[in-house]
């Protein structure tokens, strides 16, 4: 599914997938017997079936993750021309090379000219390297990557636009209006950025805790365990909305259980047990299995954009 920061969300692919949409939208490997045709077709210089590899790798999608091997497929599969594949090999350069400015810039340019060329990921690319430090030119390359059909531009976009105090009316109208397309089209974290935005009233956008609940809503039900949390967190405080203590219980035991799950809410529900109600009495045996689980969720990965909303940029 992809979303553009303008026009909306986009029926017609772009020129390239990222990585988050091939993550999204292609159906994963679940055994080493599987890749292999795409193992020998890129021995015989296929260089998508390399590229797609390598995005597996990548990611452990249905294969144990393995950076290293992922750049050695992204290097055959740019070998054979195949372009979104030298747009990754160029953003390993600029993490690897952080430190050594040449090759860095370098690798820079390079993803700057896939962006200027309709390679929706260079963009992308581009904008996290910026985003400390120059978070405008970051801004700008995310629009045009949410122009070109990226989801994880479209994201990063919205995300620094209402995460900054600063920024205008115009580009929060502009981001509010992307946010609503891709949350339409079932994009979760756009319904999460969209819903912190009304529940709190961030700059020309007016609160709205009942339309913020119902946005929580539905990244819960297309599986953010950080939606069902806050969409628990409006109801059982009622602070603008209709007090609902049963129904911020099932949205807890859904951000606590489901997928993307969220400490917080597992925390919550032990606490529950432990101090009981009218509903139920103390269960102290209950309430450990929620801190043991509270325990076992692993935190955000270091240095991704969470925003409170679990990681929002793929690694």
Known sequence: MMCACVVGCASAPPRAVSPTQKKELQA???????????????????????????????????????????????????????????????????????????????????????????????????GRFHVVGEPKVALAYWEKGCALGDVASCVSYMALVFGDPGSPSAEIEKAKASATRCCAADIAPACLLLGVAVRDGKGAVSREPVAAERLFGRACKLGQGMGCFLSGMLLVGGSGVPKNSATAGQRFEQGCSGPNPVAMACVLLAEAYEAGGKSHKPDLEQAARYRERARAITPPRSGAMTLELGPLFPK
């Open 28 to 126: 994963p490997a679940r055994d080493a017997s599987a890749l292999e045709p795409a193992i020998q077709s890129c021995r015989l210089g296929h260089g998508e079936s390399c590229y797609l590899l390598g995005v597996l790798h990548d990611y452990g999608v249905g294969v144990k993750q393995d950076d290293a091997l992922a750049l050695t497929y992204h290097r055959r599969a740019c070998d054979r021309n195949f372009v979104p594949a030298c747009v990754e090999v160029a953003s390993h350069e600029v993490r690897d090379h952080a430190t050594l400015p040449f090759a860095r810039d370098r690798a820079l340019e390079v993803l700057a000219q896939y962006c200027e060329d309709g390679f929706a990921v260079g963009c992308y690319s581009v």
